[in-house]
């Protein structure tokens, strides 16, 4: 089983894009700032567990769905200015039937199988029956939880209500510099509360589907990255822990991956009882009390001449936990390349 399209809409600098992943390798290349960090963030946060943000949203159709947000408050506010009516409006306007209208990042996923492959853990998605159709289809959206935006509108309507009485006021009133002034500042005001409220309802959300993205079933975020098998290294310009990168980002990496594997609990017992060994046979223990535990010792003796109590004695053990030994693997160990590639390669790699 393996990833065989993204379909991107409206993310960052990709208004719409398309990726098809080759069988074996899928090479992503381009110019600087041409996207390609921004492509390997969106895996992310498709796969992994980083949120989407408003700064993920295409900047103009962002500006076009806050436009559009707030266009459709003032025609609500303009059929009623009662509270109670307001909020029923709201209701009406913004449904689940229309949720479509407020996604803000689309993202369209692929997966396709072999029909000899077991596909027990996604079987719960299949939606194609086709004989010719060995894939599945999912929509990973960032989008606006409508049940959540009808509630901070509902919370809001008497400071919205409010805020809009005090413009229209003004708007109706003499204008002079001052007002004009007090009615831009206003009017800027109410429409960045309202955008707050906007924001504030986004949130990532995915669906299974059937081929053309249709007929869409609402699954958790985390039941859709479990069926996926995510990994990444981080690299460094010059693809190696030497003098560039002080906290051997590629080093840790690949130790993080090492700690995946079932080879991992095997070495991990032989290696810390090796060290446990090693100290043993050079009486760390016994070197440490014997010059450092003793002042302390000693001053519990002192104590203990003006006060009666049992001062026991210091002991030492050692223990190597998961953390420390992987802090060490991670400070011992560097990365290098070496290679014989031509210089432009190099380039490429390290761009």
């Avoid at 390798?25 to 390609?36: C, E, P, V």
């Avoid at 290294?233 to 700690?259: G, P, V």
């Amino acid at each position: 089983m393996k990833l065989k399209k993204i379909a991107i809409t409206n993310y960052r600098q990709f208004q719409n894009a398309v990726i098809n992943f080759d069988d074996e390798l899928t090479i992503l290349a381009g110019a600087n700032n041409s996207g390609k960090t921004s492509i390997i963030e969106l895996f992310k946060r498709i796969f992994k567990d980083k949120n989407f943000s408003k700064e993920d949203i295409s900047a103009e159709y962002y500006s076009k769905l806050q436009y559009d947000f707030i266009s459709c408050i003032n025609k609500i506010y303009n059929i009623t200015d009662k509270e109670t009516e307001f909020r029923e409006n709201v209701k009406k306007e913004f449904s689940t039937e229309n949720n479509n209208k407020w996604t803000a990042i689309k993202i369209k996923i692929e997966v396709q199988y072999d029909k000899n492959e077991s596909i027990s853990l996604f079987s719960d998605y299949l939606m194609e029956l086709s004989d010719t159709c060995t894939s599945f289809f999912f929509l990973f959206n960032y989008e606006v939880n409508i049940t959540e935006l009808n509630k901070l509108l509902s919370l809001n309507a008497t400071n919205l209500l409010d805020k809009k009485h005090e413009i229209q006021k003004l708007e109706a009133g003499r204008k002079t510099n001052k007002t004009r002034i007090k009615l831009t500042e206003l009017q800027a005001e109410y429409e960045e509360f309202l955008k707050e409220i906007f924001d504030g309802a986004l949130e990532n959300r995915v669906y299974f589907a059937d081929q053309n993205y249709e007929n869409a079933g609402q699954i958790s975020v985390r039941e859709f990255q479990s069926l996926f098998n995510y990994n990444y290294l981080n690299a460094t310009r010059l693809l190696n822990d030497e003098k560039t990168d002080n906290y051997f980002s590629i080093s840790k990496e690949l130790l993080s991956h090492f700690k995946k594997s079932n080879d991992w609990e095997e070495f991990k017992k032989q290696i810390i009882k090796d060290i446990k060994e090693g100290l043993k046979e050079q009486k760390l223990n016994e070197k440490v009390k014997e010059h450092s535990l003793i002042k302390a010792q000693n001053a519990l003796d002192s104590i203990e001449k003006c006060f009666e109590y049992n001062k026991g004695e210091f002991s030492l053990q050692t223990d190597i936990s998961d953390e420390l030994l992987l802090g060490f693997l991670s400070s011992s160990l560097q990365t290098f390349l070496n290679s014989k590639m031509e210089p432009n390669l190099k380039s490429f790699l390290r761009d």
